[in-house]
């Protein structure tokens, strides 16, 4: 596709909820990265993928965070028992060498 | 693990002036230096970048300098126009050797541009 693109791009739960967020990224792009975003700050790490090894996933907070890209393309980001902390913007980035090219995000607010 | 400052939080110029912001890196084995201009609710996108092996990279109205020795590198925005408003994020990673290119940012400038 033209960019990278990110769904839903709003998502609301409620505490306790299990969600998915979807990246589709740039065809052909090697490498996809999730990024968590909140209020007022820069984006921060949390998983990298290269095909469909993932191959650093130092950045995810708790192990009810969970990510996947089965084939290599698509990848979902999932949070099991959301909790209020996880309130921000979850971005996609992908990468065919050096340069991210980042999706315009999901925010996920939990209540 | 690298860490980022960037500074100003917030920087104010008048249309047609300059604007600078400032990072610095505490890794030395980083060796790529992106900067990104976010808009409000929308993803951040990659404006310019510059690799460790050069000081100075311009791109019509924005240029990019490395100190490497000092671990800083800023961003220079010429004749700003008001469209130039937004939050802009600079970023370091060991990308140009390989195991992807994780990125650390700094915490961003919100950049206002007054007519």
């Known amino acids: 596709g033209a960019g990278v693109s990110q769904s839903p791009r709003y998502k609301v739960a409620k505490r306790g909820q299990d969600v998915a967020l979807r990246c589709d990224p740039i065809?052909?792009?090697?490498?996809l990265f999730w990024y968590q975003q909140a209020l007022g700050q820069g984006p921060e790490f949390l998983t990298y993928f290269q095909n469909e090894a993932q191959l650093d996933k130092s950045g995810l907070p708790s192990d009810r965070f969970f990510a996947e890209r089965p084939e290599g393309s698509v990848s979902t980001l999932k949070i099991q028992r959301t909790q209020q902390e996880d309130s921000a913007v979850y971005l996609c980035?992908?990468?065919?060498?050096?340069?991210?090219?980042f999706g315009q995000g999901t925010r996920l607010t939990v209540v | 693990g690298e860490n980022v400052e960037q500074h100003p939080s917030t920087l104010s110029v008048q249309e047609g002036d300059s604007a600078v912001i400032k990072c610095t890196y505490s890794?030395?084995?980083?060796?790529?230096f992106p900067w990104y201009k976010q808009e409000l609710g929308k993803g951040p996108q990659l404006i310019i970048d510059?690799?460790?092996?050069?000081g100075e990279k311009k791109d019509q109205r924005i240029a990019v300098t490395l100190n490497k020795t000092a671990k800083h590198f800023s961003l220079h925005i010429t004749e700003t126009q008001p469209e130039d408003s937004a939050v802009y994020f600079c970023a370091a990673s060991k990308g140009l050797t390989g195991g992807g290119n994780k990125l650390t940012f700094g915490t961003g400038t919100q950049l206002k541009v007054e007519l």
């Open positions: 980035a992908s990468s065919g060498g050096t340069e991210a090219f």
């Open positions: 510059i690799r460790s092996n050069v």
């Open positions: 890794d030395s084995a980083s060796n790529y």
């Open positions: 065809s052909g792009h090697v490498s």
